[in-house]
């Protein structure tokens, strides 16, 4: 693997940020530059959708695709913005989360990390311990 980017959504504008479980509504996008299987550097971009109104997805997705990345890391990655993203050839992975974007850029390069056919189902991740009262009580 060589000359390939990596956009990585997280908490944070560093290799050491948590992977965001959002992609289009996302804090930052780390953009990893690695060549063979060596990371040799990084770009972090604020990501302008956060506070988007509607189609927070499709304007993130059109970002990374404009800086060049060739995979997407992301714990969710809905419809839209999948559309987007595979559309415009991106390889995406979904399902990451728990780890930092270095770790997750590893275990991409290690072969942990699988490809994703298809986009995250509408409203899973949503309002998850956000104390919105989504919860049953027994």
Do not use: H
């Not at 972090?44 to 059109?62: D, F, H």
């Not at 995979?71 to 990655?77: D, Q």
């Not at 999948?82 to 290690?110: C, M, P, W």
């Amino acid at each position: 693997m060589s000359g390939v980017k990596i956009a990585v959504s997280a908490t944070a504008g560093n290799m050491d940020a948590m992977v965001d479980a959002r992609f289009g509504r996302c804090a930052y996008f780390v953009i990893v530059e690695v060549e063979g299987n060596e990371i040799k550097g990084y770009e972090a971009v604020k990501n302008p959708s956060t506070v988007a109104m509607r189609g927070a997805g499709i304007q993130a997705a059109r970002i990374i695709a404009n800086k060049g990345a060739e995979v997407v890391i992301a714990g969710n990655v809905g419809p839209n913005a999948f559309d987007v993203l595979s559309g415009a050839g991106l390889k995406i992975v979904t399902g990451v989360g728990g780890v930092t974007v270095r770790e997750a850029v590893q275990k991409y390069l290690n072969g942990e990390l699988r490809e994703t056919r298809t986009p995250t189902p509408p409203g899973f991740g949503r309002g998850w311990g956000r104390g919105r009262g989504r919860g049953r009580r027994w």
